[in-house]
């Protein structure tokens, strides 16, 4: 497949640039962006692309959203950082505003995503061992296979990712992994430590793969006969991806815990936190846990932003309807080299059939024809494009995956003899 987009020097220098000064911990499709605005990015020679990723989530509400830049402006000309070593004015707002749209009492700000996971795991075993009266040291927290929770030495200690976790040992304790959607082996590696169930609504890295309905409420029936913790990670599947403000919304579940993250910076910068309820979070006391940056007045002054936006439902509407759309036309391309789509609202994981090449050779014929997507494990392409994208901005790129795949049909041997 050939690319006709032009690469200038620009494009060429910057890559080489950051091949040669860069660690190598990823692997970007060859495409240098120099702007965004909603949907849309544009590189450095002009070419536009539409952006079917959103940085994993992290820009839900469309690149430079006006709303969002221009509160993000104003507090910079007020102040931005101040530690929490004392209150700031933007902070209180923004805090009230998040425990109100998660319905609890209590925000603890962070930053990146594995920081507001890290925050959850002290916080469970601080709770296991003050409230439930676990002895101490001998907390374990339930974990799923396939998780994806960010990248710390204990976050990745019950990863089940090679890559991930490759020479990194020695791991902490006090996980015990269960496979995915699978009640019953949950049920079973419960004990009197067991203080917390740690799960993603919605396995993202691992594929947007989504449980049946009753798995969510079932956790939490677990959860509940057991004292334990239900922690939700919606860092991914939350603020209005999946079509309503967290996913476990739409099978009737509250978590104990909510973590939050990505698109709780706008895409603007990153706020991450971990919501509840006064009897858990209210555990800790000053010097117990913090972070310098967390809950700055810009992130606040943003994150403040981010909760007006969803206040509305408009996102969350748009994801429903939209995603509707999307999921429509993406299963019109089963038996045409896709062989499953799952996941809901704007949020697609769509596996390619592998006799057609891979699914990072399918995202970079669709980078040619200018729409930007993720592959992940392999055969499966995660599309999340921004909410506030439009039908026919999904139309293009589902058009273009539909010429892709048609693409790579034609070129397949194998394939040209049995058809
Ligand atoms: C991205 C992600 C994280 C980690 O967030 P970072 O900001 O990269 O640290 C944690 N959990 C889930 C479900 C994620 O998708």
Same mark, same amino acid.
């Given at each position: 497949?050939?690319?006709?987009?032009?690469?200038?020097?620009?494009?060429?220098?910057?890559?080489?640039?950051?091949?040669?000064?860069?660690?190598?911990?990823?692997?970007?499709?060859?495409?240098?962006?120099? *702007?965004?605005?909603?949907?849309?990015?544009?590189?450095?020679?002009?070419?536009?692309?539409?952006?079917?990723?959103?940085?994993?989530?992290?820009?839900?509400?469309?690149?430079?959203?006006?709303?969002?830049?221009?509160?993000?402006?104003?507090?910079?000309?007020?102040?931005?950082?101040?530690?929490?070593?004392?209150?700031?004015?933007?902070?209180?707002?923004?805090?009230?505003?998040?425990?109100?749209?998660?319905?609890?009492?209590?925000?603890?700000?962070?930053?990146?995503?594995?920081?507001?996971?890290?925050?959850?795991?002290?916080?469970?075993?601080?709770?296991?061992?003050?409230?439930?009266?676990?002895?101490?040291?001998?907390?374990?927290?339930?974990?799923?296979?396939?998780?994806?929770?960010?990248?710390?030495?204990?976050? /990745?200690?019950?990863?089940?990712?090679?890559?991930?976790? +490759? *020479?990194?040992?020695?791991?902490?304790?006090?996980?015990?992994?269960?496979?995915?959607?699978?009640?019953?082996?949950?049920?079973?590696?419960?004990?009197?430590?067991?203080?917390?169930?740690?799960?993603?609504?919605?396995?993202?890295?691992?594929?947007?793969?989504?449980?049946?309905?009753?798995?969510?409420?079932?956790?939490?029936?677990?959860?509940?006969?057991?004292?334990?913790?239900?922690?939700?990670?919606?860092?991914?599947?939350?603020?209005?991806?999946?079509?309503?403000?967290?996913?476990?919304?739409?099978?009737?579940?509250?978590?104990?815990?909510?973590?939050?993250?990505?698109?709780?910076?706008?895409?603007?910068?990153?706020? *991450?936190?971990?919501?509840?309820?006064?009897?858990?979070? +209210?555990?800790?006391?000053?010097?117990?846990?913090?972070?310098?940056?967390?809950?700055?007045?810009?992130?606040?002054?943003?994150?403040?932003?981010?909760?007006?936006?969803?206040?509305?439902?408009?996102?969350?509407?748009?994801?429903?309807?939209?995603?509707?759309?999307?999921?429509?036309?993406?299963?019109?391309?089963?038996?045409?080299?896709?062989?499953?789509?799952?996941?809901?609202?704007?949020?697609? +994981?769509?596996?390619?059939?592998?006799?057609?090449?891979?699914?990072?050779? /399918?995202?970079?014929?669709?980078?040619?024809?200018?729409?930007?997507?993720?592959?992940?494990?392999?055969?499966?392409?995660?599309?999340?494009?921004?909410?506030?994208?439009?039908?026919?901005?999904?139309?293009?790129?589902?058009?273009?995956?539909?010429?892709?795949?048609?693409?790579?049909?034609?070129?397949?041997?194998?394939?040209?003899?049995?058809?």
């Amino acid at each position: 497949m050939t690319d006709h987009r032009a690469l200038s020097p620009a494009h060429l220098q910057a890559v080489e640039q950051i091949e040669a000064y860069g660690s190598h911990n990823y692997h970007p499709l060859p495409v240098v962006i120099e *702007s965004g605005s909603g949907a849309w990015l544009t590189d450095v020679d002009g070419n536009s692309y539409l952006d079917f990723l959103s940085a994993y989530s992290a820009v839900n509400f469309g690149h430079s959203n006006p709303a969002l830049v221009k509160v993000a402006v104003e507090q910079l000309g007020k102040v931005s950082i101040t530690s929490r070593a004392v209150y700031s004015a933007t902070y209180g707002p923004f805090i009230e505003a998040l425990a109100k749209l998660c319905g609890k009492d209590m925000v603890l700000p962070m930053n990146t995503g594995v920081e507001a996971v890290e925050t959850s795991l002290k916080l469970a075993r601080k709770w296991g061992y003050e409230v439930k009266g676990v002895p101490e040291d001998m907390a374990n927290i339930i974990v799923m296979e396939g998780n994806f929770h960010g990248r710390t030495i204990s976050v /990745i200690s019950f990863s089940d990712d090679e890559d991930a976790t +490759g *020479s990194y040992g020695p791991f902490t304790p006090g996980f015990v992994k269960v496979p995915y959607g699978d009640l019953a082996a949950m049920e079973a590696a419960m004990d009197e430590h067991t203080v917390a169930i740690l799960v993603e609504p919605i396995q993202g890295e691992a594929g947007v793969i989504t449980p049946p309905a009753d798995y969510l409420p079932g956790v939490r029936a677990i959860a509940d006969r057991h004292n334990v913790l239900m922690i939700a990670d919606e860092i991914q599947s939350g603020l209005g991806r999946t079509g309503t403000t967290f996913y476990c919304e739409q099978v009737g579940v509250i978590p104990d815990l909510y973590l939050l993250g990505k698109a709780l910076g706008g895409g603007v910068v990153p706020v *991450s936190a971990v919501v509840g309820n006064a009897d858990i979070l +209210g555990l800790l006391k000053p010097g117990q846990h913090g972070s310098t940056f967390g809950g700055n007045p810009l992130a606040a002054a943003v994150g403040l932003a981010v909760v007006r936006l969803l206040e509305t439902g408009e996102m969350q509407a748009r994801s429903r309807e939209l995603g509707a759309y999307l999921h429509g036309r993406l299963t019109g391309l089963l038996g045409h080299g896709v062989t499953e789509v799952r996941g809901i609202g704007l949020w697609a +994981g769509v596996d390619i059939d592998p006799a057609l090449g891979s699914a990072r050779t /399918i995202c970079e014929a669709m980078l040619a024809k200018g729409v930007i997507a993720k592959d992940t494990h392999g055969s499966t392409i995660r599309m999340a494009p921004p909410l506030v994208i439009t039908r026919e901005e999904l139309d293009l790129a589902v058009d273009a995956l539909a010429e892709c795949l048609a693409e790579a049909r034609a070129t397949t041997p194998e394939l040209q003899l049995l058809h």
